[in-house]
């Protein structure tokens, strides 16, 4: 009889083990988006980027979970699920694709924004970065060439870095 509650003690836990063992493989959450369009698919990384609510159907909003640098906040890099118009081709132009914008909202805070065609859809990229330089404090980078040249050479290696984010991951 002993032996028989001990089997089948051995026979529940094993049971229960290969439960849990399917369970987490079959239900285990994914570490990746996944936006479908136009037959093709974009896969976004969870480990670097969250979610963030969706106002439109048209597009997908992501937000980078670390800050880095001299950034204010998070960078956001909104997909649009639609071909790029010609009135979202705004800014200066930096290379066949790619659109640049710099503009202060709030006191020293920079916002940069790249927007990048991707045929199928297009990618927005935007930062806000702090600034202390004095040069920059009270120069508006919209305001004349020269005060753009300043700001995109001051965050030439942060808009390379969102360049190549918009390139490799999305």
């Given at each position: 009889?002993?032996k ?10 094993a049971?229960i083990v290969l439960?849990l063992?399917?369970?987490y ?6 570490d ?7 037959g093709r698919?974009v ?6 980027w969250k979610k ?20 204010a906040f998070?960078?956001v ?5 639609n ?14 694709n790619?659109w640049?914008?710099m503009f202060?909202?709030h ?16 990618v927005?990229?935007r ?5 202390s330089?004095?040069?920059l404090?009270?120069?508006d ?23 190549h984010?918009l390139?490799?991951?999305?």
């Amino acid at each position: 009889m002993e032996k028989i509650n001990k089997n089948l003690f051995i026979g529940v836990l094993a049971v229960i083990v290969l439960s849990l063992v399917i369970f987490y493989f079959v239900d285990k959450k994914s570490d990746s988006y996944t936006i479908k369009m136009s037959g093709r698919s974009v896969i976004i990384s969870e480990k670097k980027w969250k979610k963030s609510d969706d106002t439109e159907t048209y597009a997908k909003n992501f937000e980078a979970r670390e800050i880095l640098g001299p950034e204010a906040f998070p960078q956001v890099i909104t997909v649009y699920l639609n071909t790029m118009i010609a009135d979202r081709m705004s800014g200066k132009k930096i290379s066949e694709n790619e659109w640049l914008e710099m503009f202060v909202v709030h006191p020293q805070i920079v916002t940069v924004q790249i927007r990048r065609n991707k045929g199928d859809y297009w990618v927005l990229s935007r930062q806000n970065f702090s600034v202390s330089e004095q040069k920059l404090i009270n120069t508006d980078p919209e305001s004349s060439e020269q005060n753009f040249e300043l700001y995109q050479n001051f965050f030439q290696n942060e808009i390379d870095t969102a360049r190549h984010v918009l390139d490799s991951e999305f």
